[in-house]
């Protein structure tokens, strides 16, 4: 239920003032939601909730008994020779990070730690391919994967965005970033739209 967004447990990314002032560690995200009510029963309904992925976390450090990105490392980033990928802002140069800006906010706040993972656009492009071509998952993984989640992604944070698909059709990767973000979703169209355009180029560029 925690993979499949139905634990009905309320995203503390949603919690007022949570993007002005993340909280530095898991225990303090997860006290803020510790009171709350469910959003409803489990297995229910759907709502994706990043508190899932940080119970999914935390229940791979204490199963294995290492911190979960040394995990990550050991599965996924070094089998595909992911070299760019990077637990958090503290294991990069951060002159190395491309700046982020959201409309309104005057100065760049790349160096806000939201605990998120960084990776470069070559990596992420690695990944995807190696998602969807089958040499990442045995073929028992990949049935619960699909049964789950598209093989694709995009998400944002304050003053980042990013969208990433496979087309199989034309047999390519297309990774973007953004490095701006608003409240009113005007950029992620801008995005979506850029990627559409981008692809029909590739698909015409394919098929001449």
């Known amino acids: 239920m925690l993979v499949q967004h139905r634990s009905g447990i309320p995203n503390f990314t949603n919690t007022p003032n949570f993007w002005n002032d993340p909280t530095e560690s898991s225990e303090a995200a997860l006290d803020l939601i510790l009171d709350l009510p469910a959003n409803f029963n489990p297995n229910e309904d759907y709502e994706y909730s990043n508190t899932n992925y940080l119970l999914l976390s935390m229940l791979i450090e204490k199963v294995t008994g290492q911190p979960n990105f040394q995990f990550i490392k050991e599965v996924i980033l070094n089998p595909l020779g992911l070299k760019n990928t990077y637990g958090s802002l503290k294991n990069i140069n951060i002159d190395d990070l491309m700046s982020g800006y959201y409309i309104g906010v005057e100065e760049d706040i790349k ?27 045995n073929k028992n993984e990949m049935d619960i ?29 297309v990774v973007q970033f953004m490095n701006t973000t608003d409240f009113e979703g005007y950029h992620w169209n801008l995005l979506q739209i850029t990627h559409t355009r981008v692809v029909k180029i590739l698909r015409k560029a394919k098929h001449q």
């Open 145 to 173: 994967y699909a049964s789950l989640y598209e093989f694709n992604h995009g998400g944002l944070i304050p003053g980042y965005q990013s969208m990433a698909e496979y087309h199989k059709d034309i047999d390519a990767v």
């Open 111 to 137: 160096t806000t730690d939201y605990g998120s993972m960084i990776a470069s656009a070559e990596d992420v492009g690695i990944f995807l391919r190696a998602l969807n071509d089958g040499s990442l998952l």
